[in-house]
């Protein structure tokens, strides 16, 4: 099993570039939308979410398709906030304040 450290490294190697503007996973200019219901994929504009944009055929959301970058970044987010907030539960435990 992975430490948090490692899958972090991990996603850093994948070429990740860090978290995006708007929370996403910068992916960059270029590449498609893809709507997570019926598939259909329009051309990303710059500076456009992916979810801002309405499916041209059902009306959905869209969003980036997942890569295995975006999902390693993804995995790392969660395991990063997980990792912090276990931090706070062993200070809490230290301090006593959780077990009183």
Do not use: F, N, W
Not at 15 to 34: F, N, S
Not at 40 to 64: D, E, F, L, N, Q
């Amino acid at each position: 099993m992975q430490t948090i450290a490692e899958m972090v490294k991990e996603a850093i190697a994948a070429g990740t570039k860090g978290m995006g503007r708007m929370g996403g996973t910068a992916e960059g200019p270029g590449g498609k939308c893809v709507c997570p219901v019926c598939g259909a994929t329009v051309a990303h504009a710059t500076g456009t979410p992916c979810y801002s944009i309405k499916c041209p055929k059902c009306g959905a959301k869209m969003g980036r398709p997942v890569t295995k970058k975006s999902a390693l970044i993804k995995k790392a987010q969660v395991l990063v906030k997980t990792a912090r907030l276990v931090d706070i539960l062993r200070q809490a435990i230290t301090r006593g304040k959780l077990l009183s």
